[in-house]
Nanobody, 127 residues
Framework: QVQLVESGGGLVQAGGSLRLSCAAS????????MGWFLQAPGKEREFVAA????????FYADSVKGRFSISRDNAKNTAYLQMNSLTPDDTAVYYC????????????????????WGQGTQVTVSS
């Protein structure tokens, strides 16, 4: 099991940017696919972005494509989510998740495919 701690959330005005970080510990970080999910008030958790073990493959939800960017630094055991051009619809708790994978370029988009989760960080975008 890998332990995940998100940070970087906060309050930002529409059009602004935030960078979320997800620090991992407990296992070899480079063996894990990393994903970001969000859960808005009263809604189910939904996929945002995922990145392969190597960082060579990434996939985004249509709602964030072109605005958000997922990355990772395996030397620092940290994954990131750069969020630009934020809108009030992006307001949610953001979670990072990890999934052990044997293939370097795989990624996963379903929350059921991830075993380890962080506690979440709140992002609030004001209009």
């Amino acid at each position: 099991q890998v332990q995940l701690v998100e940070s970087g959330g906060g309050l930002v005005q529409a059009g602004g940017s935030l960078r979320l970080s997800c620090a991992a510990s407990g296992r070899t970080f480079s063996n894990y696919v990393m994903g970001w999910f969000l859960q808005a008030p009263g809604k189910e958790r939904e996929f945002v972005a995922a990145i392969s073990r190597s960082g060579g493959s990434a996939f985004y939800a249509d709602s964030v494509k072109g605005r958000f960017s997922i990355s990772r630094d395996n030397a620092k055991n940290t994954a990131y989510l750069q969020m630009n051009s934020l809108t009030p619809d992006d307001t949610a708790v953001y979670y990072c998740a990890a999934r052990l994978s044997i293939r370097s370029n795989d990624y996963y988009t379903s929350e059921n495919e991830y075993r380890d989760w962080g506690q979440g960080t709140q992002v609030t975008v004001s209009s």
